[in-house]
C-alpha cells in the first residue's frame, strides 16, 4: 500500500481525491492511494469519489474509541463526525450514500434523431406497436369514434 500527495491537486485525479478528502499531511497518512482509486472506480466525479474517500474515512474513525494519555487525547469520534460532515457536504445530493438522484427514469424517442436512434438499437426494448410519424388518423366521414375496437351499428 502506498500513499503520495505532491502538494498539487491538478496533478492527478488521485492527488484531486486526497485534496478534496482533506488527506494531505504525510506525517498522518489516512487513506492509500489503492483505496482512493478504488473511490474513482467507482465515481468518475473526483468530488464525489472525494465523498466516498470521507464516508470510508468516517466508518474508520467510527470504529476506534476515544483515547486520552497525559496531554495527548485523540477523539475518534469528533474526527468521525467531522469526515461524515465533509462527505456530506461534497455529495448534496446523497448520490454515493444510495439517497437522491442517482436513479432517475429515462424517456427514450422524445425527439426524431431520438427516436430514429431507438429504432436503429437492435439491443433496446422496442413498443409493441408504432406509428409512422407520417401517418395521421383520418377522421371517419360519418364523424363517428375513431378507436377501431368500438363497432359502430
Request: proline share 5%; charged share 25%; with cysteine.
Amino acid at each position: 500500500m502506498t500513499w503520495n500527495y505532491s502538494g498539487n491537486p491538478s496533478d492527478s485525479v488521485l492527488m484531486e481525491v486526497r485534496f478534496l478528502a482533506g488527506d494531505t499531511n504525510i506525517h498522518d497518512q489516512l487513506i492509500q492511494d489503492e483505496e482512493i482509486l478504488y473511490c474513482t472506480d467507482m465515481w468518475s466525479d473526483p468530488i464525489l469519489a472525494a465523498a466516498l474517500a470521507c464516508f470510508t474515512l468516517a466508518t474508520k474513525f467510527a470504529r476506534k474509541a476515544d483515547a486520552s494519555m497525559g496531554d495527548q487525547q485523540e477523539s475518534a469520534s469528533q474526527r468521525s463526525k467531522q469526515f461524515m460532515e465533509l462527505a456530506k457536504e461534497l455529495d448534496k445530493d446523497g448520490i454515493t450514500r444510495g439517497v437522491g438522484h442517482n436513479v432517475l427514469p429515462s424517456f427514450g424517442g422524445l425527439t426524431l434523431s431520438g427516436k430514429d436512434a431507438l429504432d436503429a438499437d437492435i439491443d433496446a426494448t422496442q413498443p409493441a406497436f408504432k406509428r409512422s410519424r407520417d401517418e395521421i388518423p383520418v377522421m371517419p366521414r360519418d364523424g363517428g369514434n375513431m378507436n377501431p375496437l368500438i363497432r359502430h351499428s
